[in-house]
T-cell receptor
Framework: GESVGLHLPTLSVQEGDNSIINCAYS??????FIWYKQESGKGPQFIID?????DKRQGQRVTVLLNKTVKHLSLQIAATQPGDSAVYFC??????????FGTGTLLAVQP | NAGVTQTPKFQVLKTGQSMTLQCAQD?????MSWYRQDPGMGLRLIHY???????DQGEVPNGYNVSRSTTEDFPLRLLSAAPSQTSVYFC?????????????FGPGTRLTVT
């Protein structure tokens, strides 16, 4: 991940809208990608993962898209709810099979 | 299952003091790891273990020691605390060999070094 200083990128959405959180990764050898959600004061919680042999995977209200050509990962949340407000981290395995975390994006859901 | 538990939740140390952060899991996971989380830096891997008796360094290991005498426990030791070690520490665990790298995280320990 790339440091963006002390202030997290923030995505502000209206309740009920769809959210798209983006992530860039640097290592073209990464073959596994994962999204975590972290609520204030808690540990990260698994949302969804995807392997490099796929370009899309869907879960409940969430979809992960992988574009290996431009090394880009996105998390789409359908019908965003106030409970979705959190920091979202992407992570990939890099060249070492150890998860490398991005700096996170703060999702703020407005009622 | 309690999942991954960490103690203490909060700790204040003076520079030079030592302490151990405790981590335990009851899911029979082979893989355990320690991360630190600083503002704007994401989660950085300190040390990890793929099984009892096996440990290895992560991205930021200096100033920390670990041991893994049992599958369940993976304590993190700060040898001589420094203000730069002020952070939130997370322990995580996962199965090995499933094709997934999903890790289960504990609630964290917030450490302040003055």
């Amino acid at each position: 991940g790339e440091s963006v200083g002390l202030h997290l990128p923030t995505l502000s959405v209206q309740e009920g809208d769809n959210s798209i959180i983006n992530c860039a990764y640097s290592n073209s050898a990464s073959d596994y990608f994962i999204w975590y959600k972290q609520e204030s004061g808690k540990g990260p919680q698994f949302i969804i993962d995807i392997r490099s042999n796929m370009d899309k995977r869907q879960g409940q209200r969430v979809t992960v898209l992988l574009n290996k050509t431009v090394k880009h990962l996105s998390l789409q949340i359908a019908a965003t709810q106030p409970g979705d407000s959190a920091v979202y981290f992407c992570a990939d395995t890099g060249a070492t099979n150890k998860l490398i975390f991005g700096t996170g994006t703060l999702l703020a859901v407005q009622p | 299952n309690a999942g991954v538990t960490q103690t203490p939740k909060f700790q204040v140390l003076k520079t030079g003091q030592s302490m151990t952060l405790q981590c335990a899991q009851d899911m029979n996971h082979e893989y355990m790891s320690w991360y630190r989380q600083d503002p704007g830096m994401g989660l950085r891997l300190i040390h990890y273990s793929v099984g009892a008796g096996i440990t290895d360094q992560g991205e930021v290991p200096n100033g920390y020691n670990v041991s893994r005498s049992t599958t369940e426990d993976f304590p993190l030791r700060l040898l001589s605390a420094a203000p730069s070690q002020t952070s939130v520490y997370f322990c995580a665990s996962s199965l090995v060999g499933t094709g997934s790298y999903e890790q289960y995280f504990g609630p964290g320990t917030r450490l302040t070094v003055t």
